[in-house]
């Protein structure tokens, strides 16, 4: 049994915003009530979130954890220890690994992996098709009983029209979600930067806004034929977020994501051909961020997730054409969401929904709410703590990121994971990172 005592509880799935004690009992929520209410349990452990703020754990959709097949790059236990310390408690892995995730077989091991690890709830995606080739439906029926919670060939786009509107008949058939990559490679024409002024000072092959665009709107109107549900991925662009709105106005089940690099960075980032800022779709210009933003806020952009993409050194100390897409952000996620609160982007509440309930609903997944009953998943934030994300304090086997040196603001203080106390002051219970 644990109370978590004097915290700002905030939890947008029931709509409260006050200060109140929660008590946890067998791994699910028993009761929140006003402080002081649980002083005369004789409970086996108290947390003292006076002064910082108690949410649902966080959930984030869109990771990649590379295992099986590039664990140099990182793991199920490495990616689900910065989630952890990065305030997620649910994570989704999409299926490119090596093998794919287009059996029950892998499926099977990436969570036999997670938990034996036990950091966090690993939800796998599996592929839409086999090996990503946009040639043959993956076995979406087997990968279903096996545990995935999604399909994705993130990554790589659905090319083929046919093959997607099969998968997303057989999707809505199981009740499960279609996550998309949108990138018309026909257009994209191998990029590596946004498509621009910039692109062209710098000697850099775009990538056209458009090539993303045009699959958003071609996955609509497929979703609008099948009834089925259609979440996009990593939205770059306004015009996407307004094909997104008039799809959502005429009642289309579609959802979508932002990343917190697409909301925080512009194009420039890679003026010095930095290639930790290197990522698809690339960063776009300044006013293409406030089209996100403004998504974001009026709930048309449903989540944000970190599209979590470690990368060794290698692949990105190169030339930036041939350097790999992608970067970490699952300890960053945070910090950056809630900049975007204190400088009047999102209120605490809709920046807390939009990585509790928000993805919660998108997937139809029980977590993102400390409703009575429900697993206890929660987080303690310190809002005000101050910090730099350096190697030191980088739990993925990667640190390809943009944010290196940055100094950040807020971090998850403690993690409970089903009642579980994982985190405690910002360090695992175990002692160890």
């Not at 998943?377 to 730099?388: H, I, N």
């Amino acid at each position: 049994m644990t109370v978590v005592r004097n915290g700002r509880v905030v939890d947008p799935s029931q709509g409260l915003d006050g200060e109140r004690d929660i008590l946890v009992r067998d791994g699910k929520v028993a009761a929140i009530d006003r402080p002081g209410s649980f002083a005369s349990l004789r409970d086996e452990e108290t947390i003292d979130a006076t002064g910082m703020l108690v949410t649902p754990g966080f959930i984030d959709l869109h990771v990649h954890l590379r295992e099986p097949g590039f664990e140099w790059k990182e793991t199920v236990a490495t990616g689900s220890d910065a989630a952890a310390l990065g305030g997620f408690t649910t994570i989704c892995c999409m299926a490119n690994t090596n093998p794919v995730n287009d059996c029950a077989e892998i499926t099977r091991c990436i969570i036999d992996h997670a938990r034996a690890h036990g950091r966090a709830h690993v939800l796998p995606i599996g592929s839409i098709s086999k090996k990503l080739e946009g040639k043959e439906m993956s076995p979406l029926s087997e990968l279903a009983r096996a545990g995935c919670v999604a399909f994705s060939d993130d990554g790589e786009p659905v090319k083929d029209a046919g093959l997607m509107r099969r998968a997303l008949e057989w999707a809505s058939m199981l009740g499960l979600t279609l996550s998309c990559h949108e990138e018309d490679k026909s257009l994209s024409c191998g990029g590596c930067m946004n498509e621009s002024a910039l692109s062209t000072k710098l000697g850099l092959k775009g990538m056209p806004k458009v090539a993303e665009e045009v699959m958003i709107a071609r996955d609509i109107e497929l979703a609008r034929t099948t009834g089925a549900r259609v979440h996009i991925c990593h939205v770059s662009s306004g015009r996407g977020v307004e094909l997104i709105r008039r799809a959502k106005n005429d009642g289309i089940q579609i959802s979508a994501e932002v990343t917190p690099h697409h909301l925080m960075l512009t194009e420039d980032a890679v003026t010095e051909y930095d290639t930790n800022a290197k990522m698809s779709p690339p960063l776009r210009e300044a006013f293409e961020v406030e089209a996100l933003r403004r998504g974001l806020a009026d709930g048309t952009i449903d989540a944000v997730a970190s599209d979590h993409a470690p990368h060794e050194l290698d692949s990105k100390r190169v030339e930036f054409s041939r350097a790999t897409f992608g970067i970490i952000g699952l300890q960053t996620s945070l910090p950056i969401l809630l900049e975007l609160e204190r400088t009047g982007v999102l209120s605490l509440s809709r920046a807390i929904e939009s990585i509790t309930s928000g993805p919660a609903k998108v997937f139809g997944l029980q977590a993102g709410s400390l409703r009575i009953g429900q697993c206890a998943d929660l987080v303690v934030l310190d809002m005000g703590k101050q910090w730099q994300f350096s190697r030191e304090h980088c739990c993925s086997k990667s640190f390809n990121t943009p944010f290196a040196d940055r100094l950040l603001q807020g971090k998850a203080s403690s993690v409970l994971l089903a009642g579980k106390t994982i985190v405690r002051e910002e360090r695992f219970v175990n002692g160890e990172a």
